[in-house]
């Protein structure tokens, strides 16, 4: 960022923006400061609002997450006119971010999402980071539009690939392996694969976090309860102690608590994530939180359990006391309403069933 902006508007707008916290708000103050700069020609300053809106987390979870495509799309246009000025290596890494989030949105065409995967396999290798990020994100990309055997043939390639600067860490890598073999059925693979972040060997800021959660139904579908048990145990106090995305880790324990009759922990879980769960924007997100919440909900019903008792949250829970069933109703209305509309933009059915039997 250049020492002295040339407009004092600019430099205020700025100011502002870098003393508030990761926010939406944030973002929004860096993208006028942006505006005004580029209108004043100033566009190493435009370059730098819009920088720290695509590091932000907050932008990945934005109402309206094509902003963040423009902002991507305006950094790639002035980087690719002047490289040596605007440097890529800077934005690629947060390409992998959109690369990531982008699926769970059902307003993103597939057709787009594939060329948001060549596009960005093609400028890492340009920048000499090589291809086993962008083979990552092809199996991301292919398990989330519900083409598992895609993704399984993916494998070998991606695995043989030299790691690179553009590749995730070993622990988020493996995390992926656990988790394509549990959508695979390959329960046995996903638990063998699993055991060096089980061990400790390997972990990052949402791993084992998020492994433990993938792995709650293949350990009891292995009949391996007790080691379910434990994971269920280590995993959601990890979820509990993050600072911040734990609503989005979180449902695979509540749905592992009805599931194995732990009614007040299920409920507890519910009831502490059911507000940010209300924000949260992405079709995925929301039929994971939602389908695995109601199916929770469904269980404590069936287990007889009267009444629970959440916070009153706009559109979703009212005051009092509801029954789990009637919850489990309007929740599991919500998270078909965003399974049809990926399942459409997919053009398969894989979500409907999903929440038919949720893992």
Request: charged share 25%; aromatic share 8%; glycine share 6%.
């Amino acid at each position: 960022m250049p020492e002295t902006p040339t407009d004092p508007e600019v430099q205020a707008l700025l100011d502002e923006a870098y003393a508030l916290p990761d926010s939406a708000a944030r973002d929004a103050i860096f993208e006028s400061a942006a505006r005004r700069a580029e209108a004043l020609g100033d566009l190493d300053t435009a370059w730098d609002a819009r920088c720290a809106i695509l590091q932000s987390a907050a932008s990945h979870a934005a109402p309206k997450f094509e902003t963040l495509f423009m902002c991507l799309a305006w950094c790639f246009a002035v980087s690719d006119d002047d490289p040596d000025r605007f440097n890529p290596a800077s934005i690629l890494w947060q390409y992998k971010w959109i690369a990531t989030d982008a699926p769970g949105y059902a307003s993103v065409p597939r057709a787009v999402l594939e060329r948001i995967v060549d596009d960005m396999d093609d400028r890492f290798v340009r920048a000499g980071w090589g291809r086993r990020a962008g083979l990552h994100k092809r199996i991301d990309l292919a398990v989330l539009l519900g083409e598992y055997q895609r993704a399984r043939e993916l494998i070998p390639a991606w695995l043989a690939a030299p790691r690179d600067r553009g590749s995730d860490c070993l622990a988020c890598e493996r995390d992926t392996l656990v988790w394509l073999h549990a959508k695979l059925g390959d329960h046995e693979a996903a638990w063998r694969e699993a055991k060096p972040i089980v061990r400790g060997q390997l972990s990052c800021a949402t791993v084992p976090h998020s492994t433990f959660g993938r792995l709650l139904t293949p350990l009891v579908r292995l009949r391996l309860e007790d080691k379910a048990a434990e994971l269920y145990q280590r995993g959601r106090r990890l979820v509990a102690g993050l600072d911040e995305g734990a609503h989005k880790l979180i449902s695979p324990y509540f749905l592992h608590a009805a599931r194995t009759g732990r009614a007040e922990e299920c409920v507890a879980l519910i009831r502490n994530s059911i507000r940010p769960a209300a924000d949260l924007r992405a079709d995925l997100d929301r039929l994971h939180w939602f389908g695995r919440a109601g199916c929770a909900l469904s269980m404590l019903a069936e287990q007889g359990v009267g009444e629970v008792e959440l916070p009153a949250v706009g559109g979703l829970t009212g005051p009092g006391s509801s029954e789990p069933g009637e919850l489990a109703r309007r929740f599991l209305t919500i998270a078909g309403d965003h399974a049809a509309a990926l399942d459409q933009r997919n053009g398969n059915s894989r979500n409907a069933r999903w929440l038919h039997d949720p893992d």
